[in-house]
């Protein structure tokens, strides 16, 4: 009897789907060889599973293999940015950045500035002030001692004093200089001369001293030749010291007043990304006002704001420092230098006693480079020369001073111009002499005139020095304060930024 189809015994064939076509006559369902049951497998029949591809059939398709997520800060910023608390945390890390350090470089730039500032109070400017009193103090003990000499056993007790405190003030000057300068700075060449060379200065005119109180004529020749060390090698290391302490100043001063580029360029694009994150979070929120924020952008306008103000006041302080003091103490110390390498000159013409026109022409050559060639009918305003330059970069404090000296030197120019005369024209030695120095005229002589002279350039120096002071004085510590707000608004601004962002963060919990 028949089996029935699809009744499940062996050997029975299931009833294809609808739709699918009719099998290959002898081929048995899902494609499998037809083999009796309990035979052995074809050679070559494959196993249940995958059919072997045709002979010159297309590979079957792979399916693609899932891929692994991207790691690395790139992906995960290129993640974080797909989603607005994505993006919320990048503009505060980013606006906190900004502001710190914002505050961090205007501190730091204000600083070095603050520090400058101290050396041209502290530093540059002691130095450049002592540099040039010690010029002036060795000419003026070159000075003194051709005086003395010529008084001889006349020599008044102060003229002595003077010489002996110039010559304590040189040396005590040179060793506070030599301490306050390092050992690589160009300064310690001319500080080893001059600490070398004014002792053995010292010795030669002791020894012209003592031959002149003698009567010995060799007296002459060792002041001459002590008067030679002085204007060859004393005087050029001290007006090389002066020099490169000058130099020191401008340096310094350049620095105290440089701007801060950086500081306000960095500040612009700090407060503009301020303002492009407020726009964008209005745009898309409608909110108008972010307090954290707004508080930011405070930060940073006060910290820009204080850099401009404290850049303008002390930078303007530091300018008026230099134009009412520094720079006209400069041009002053060099019109003292040449008034007494004038007056050096005439005491040793007289030390000569004719034997030699080298004096006469340097007082000559000293006197054109003071006054120029114009006569006292010219204003000395309007003379070509360090007095005249002086004169003319006095601030008003040191006017009357500086008019003083002005008016006292051409007195002196008269009365040189005397007893050079009784000397020349006369052959009247002792006239000359006593036109130009006395023990016990103190008021008609060439010698009273330079000493007037001396005591109203002196005057004026001493105002100088107080409007230097009076305006430079405290310049640091201003610059100072405002480091020290900017870094403190910096890290104000930088809390703001992501005080204000967290509150948008929170909506997204």
Request: aromatic share 6%; glycine share 8%.
């Amino acid at each position: 009897m028949a089996t029935p189809v699809g009744n499940g015994a062996p050997g029975a064939a299931f009833p294809a789907r609808p739709g699918t076509p009719p099998a290959a006559p002898g081929a048995a369902a899902f494609g499998a060889p037809t083999t009796a049951p309990g035979a052995p497998a074809p050679r070559g029949a494959a196993f249940p599973g995958p059919t072997a591809p045709r002979p010159g059939a297309a590979p079957p398709a792979r399916r693609p293999r899932a891929t692994a997520p991207e790691r690395g800060v790139r992906a995960r910023l290129a993640q974080a940015t797909r989603t607005p608390p994505g993006r919320l945390r990048i503009a505060g890390v980013v606006l906190a950045v900004l502001t710190v350090a914002f505050g961090g470089l205007t501190a730091w730039q204000l600083e070095t500035r603050a520090q400058a500032a101290d050396r041209v109070v502290s530093y540059s400017q002691p130095l450049s002030r002592d540099a040039a009193e010690i010029h002036r103090s060795l000419a003026d003990a070159a000075t003194t001692a051709a005086s003395g000499f010529l008084l001889a056993g006349a020599e008044p007790k102060d003229v002595r004093a003077r010489y002996e405190q110039d010559l304590a003030q040189a040396a005590k000057l040179i060793s506070q200089a030599a301490a306050r300068t390092t050992s690589t700075s160009p300064a310690q060449d001319s500080l080893s001369r001059l600490n070398q060379q004014l002792p053995v200065y010292a010795g030669l005119v002791e020894s012209a001293r003592a031959d002149n109180r003698q009567g010995i004529p060799l007296g002459g020749a060792y002041l001459r030749y002590a008067s030679e060390q002085m204007q060859t090698v004393l005087l050029p290391a001290a007006a090389e010291l002066n020099t490169i302490e000058n130099h020191e100043l401008v340096t310094d001063y350049a620095a105290a007043r440089s701007t801060p580029w950086a500081a306000y360029g960095l500040a612009v694009l700090t407060l503009a990304a301020l303002g492009w994150v407020q726009l964008t979070l209005f745009r898309r929120t409608n909110r108008v006002f972010n307090v954290g924020l707004l508080g930011a952008t405070a930060a940073v306008l006060a910290g820009t704001l204080w850099l401009a103000v404290a850049g303008l006041t002390t930078g303007s302080a530091l300018k008026q420092s230099d134009h009412e003091g520094a720079s006209p103490l400069q041009a002053l110390n060099s019109a003292r230098v040449d008034v007494l390498t004038a007056r050096l000159a005439e005491n040793l013409n007289l030390v000569a006693r004719g034997s030699t026109a080298t004096y006469a022409t340097q007082y000559d050559d000293v006197t054109k480079r003071l006054a120029g060639t114009a006569g006292k009918g010219t204003p000395m305003r309007d003379r070509a020369g360090t007095l005249s330059n002086a004169l003319i970069l006095a601030p008003a404090a040191a006017g009357p001073s500086l008019a003083t000296a002005a008016d006292q030197y051409d007195v002196w120019q008269d009365r040189y111009r005397k007893a050079r005369s009784a000397e020349v024209d006369n052959a009247d030695y002792q006239g000359a002499l006593n036109a130009t120095v006395s023990a016990t005229d103190t008021t008609e002589t060439a010698d009273a005139a330079f000493n007037a002279t001396d005591r109203a350039l002196a005057q004026a120096a001493d105002a100088e020095q107080a409007r230097f002071t009076a305006y430079a004085d405290g310049t640091a510590g201003d610059l100072r304060l405002a480091a020290g707000a900017a870094a403190v608004l910096g890290l104000v601004g930088a809390a703001a930024a992501l005080r204000g962002l967290g509150r948008r963060l929170a909506e997204y919990r």
